[in-house]
């Protein structure tokens, strides 16, 4: 069966729809605030999803703005389960907190696409590879529960619901030897293995392609199941994280996406690519 809603997911749903009620009742967060009796700042961030609420101050905001019975009763459920445990908590040590919203993004969502330059994207690496990665970035401490953490996410893919992911990775992260040839090779055919499951499409982006709009930006886009969570798009470095919730944002990062499945390879002759490249680590 589909995982229960991820927390991170139902914490986002309260956040927007606390603020979409508290502007229809056409109050300002002065106001609310006060009413609510917390700082303008508080009523802020949890209505930006930066901090959660609880069931208790949800039934009281909720009677400010006027919402009664089986609707009021279905966001209280909502708030409810934004206060559980997701399995990244787990890993607190070792995924910052910038990280671990993001995981708890990618733990609900129904399709990811994603356009990695220098490495190969985390979903789809061996734990060998991965820990090449986590040492040549971070350093060994703490290396391998972070690998543990990483493999972990990879669950989504072969979940009962699956997530639907496209991946466009740059002809370069063919050729980089990350750990030495054998770690390359076994990791370049896992991706050859991966790319024919029926919910995964893989596209390498080839030198020949020239230049291209995402030159200078790796990101993700995570789209949900449920209408009431819009898209996301989501970008990190190794310090930070970025989420990017304008419509605005989310469309012109998919037009990027569909242009870069344009000019890469297409998904039969990507597994051409990187079977070929795996023979040149062999």
């Known amino acids: 069966m589909r995982p229960a809603a991820s927390p991170t997911v139902r914490r986002r749903r309260i956040a927007r729809e606390l603020r979409q009620l508290r502007e229809r009742a ?8 006060r009413q609510l009796d917390m700082s303008k700042s508080n009523l802020s961030r949890i209505e930006t999803a930066q901090i959660g609420i609880k069931p208790r101050d949800v039934r009281a ?40 919203f993001y995981v708890g ?8 696409r994603t356009y990695e330059a ?28 972070k ?13 009962d619901d699956p997530v639907d992911l496209s991946v466009v990775i740059n002809e370069a992260v063919l050729l980089r030897p990350v750990g030495g040839a054998a770690v390359m090779a076994a ?33 993700v886009i995570l789209n949900f199941a449920e209408a009431a969570d819009a898209s ?13 919730e304008e419509a605005d944002h989310v469309l012109g990062y998919s037009l990027l996406h569909e242009e870069l ?17 795996s023979r040149n680590f062999a």
């Open 26 to 33: 056409g109050m300002t967060l002065d106001v609310a605030a």
């Open 61 to 100: 905001a909720l009677a400010l703005y006027e919402v009664t019975g089986s609707d009021a009763e279905a966001l209280i459920e909502i708030a409810r389960g934004a206060q559980q445990r997701g399995w990244w908590q787990n890993y607190s040590d070792v995924l910052p907190e910038w990280f671990e």
């Open 105 to 112: 993004l990618e733990a609900e969502a129904a399709a990811l």
């Open 118 to 145: 220098e490495s190969v994207p985390g979903l789809l690496q061996t734990e060998a590879y991965a820990r090449e990665i986590f040492r040549r970035t971070a350093g060994e401490d703490g290396l391998e529960r």
């Open 147 to 159: 690998v543990a953490a990483r493999l972990r996410r990879q669950e989504v893919l072969r979940r």
């Open 187 to 219: 990791q370049l055919v896992h991706m050859s293995q991966i790319a024919q499951l029926p919910n995964v499409t893989i596209q390498v982006l080839p030198f020949a392609a020239g230049g291209h709009p995402a030159m200078s930006t790796p990101y």
């Open 232 to 244: 996301v798009v989501y970008l990190d470095n190794l310090t930070m994280g970025l989420a990017l």
């Open 261 to 277: 499945c344009r000019m890469a390879l297409d998904p039969t002759a990507s597994l051409t690519r990187l079977e070929q490249a």
